[in-house]
């Protein structure tokens, strides 16, 4: 009789989207599975129209009239203003973004809301115009916070640098 080698199977995790209301990544359902378990809070950093002192679009306002504890924060990046929005490009070596820090539900109901709201298409997220990433934020108090942050997901072109950095300070020195 023939002998048999055993071989361990190694398991790769399949990339996939799981269909359903939030249409969200295989990777960030387990994350929030992982965080809802060991109790970690999630954050969102705005720094655009969801800020307090934003204009607030009336299609979001109830999901940013639910944003709680706010705290003033920042994070390195280059901030452009395209006309009826501003963007974010990360950059560590650049000026500093002004923005706030809001803690989310442990639902995801509102970022899943705000990846439609910023058209953020998980089947092919590089056609979107904005990306959700996870960046270090430093808040006001010099610690620094984990925190989800839509970042401008195009190359800025000939839009103008705001070059405060910050958003609604800009929106107010404009005639």
């Not at 809070?41 to 999901?63: D, M, N, T, W």
Request: proline share 7%; aromatic share 10%.
């Amino acid at each position: 009789m023939p002998r048999v080698e055993w071989k361990p199977l190694l398991c790769v995790p399949v990339y996939h989207r799981i269909g359903g209301r939030d249409n969200i990544s295989f990777e960030e359902t387990v994350l929030r599975r992982d965080r809802q378990i060991s109790g970690m809070k999630e954050y969102l950093f705005v720094y655009g129209s969801l800020r307090s002192c934003g204009e607030v679009p009336e299609q979001i306002a109830h999901l940013v009239s639910a944003f709680r504890n706010r705290r003033e924060a920042t994070v390195r990046g280059r901030l452009f203003d395209f006309g009826g929005y501003c963007g974010a490009i990360l950059d560590e070596n650049a000026m500093t973004i002004h923005g706030e820090v809001i803690e989310l539900p442990p639902d995801g109901k509102i970022l899943a809301s705000l990846d439609l709201y910023e058209e953020i298409d998980p089947a092919d997220p590089g056609r979107s115009l904005f990306a959700r990433n996870m960046a270090s934020v430093r808040l006001a108090d010099g610690s620094s916070q984990e925190a989800w942050i839509y970042v401008y997901n195009k190359p800025p072109g000939d839009a103008p640098l705001i070059e405060s950095g910050d958003y609604h300070h800009f929106k107010k020195s404009k005639p």
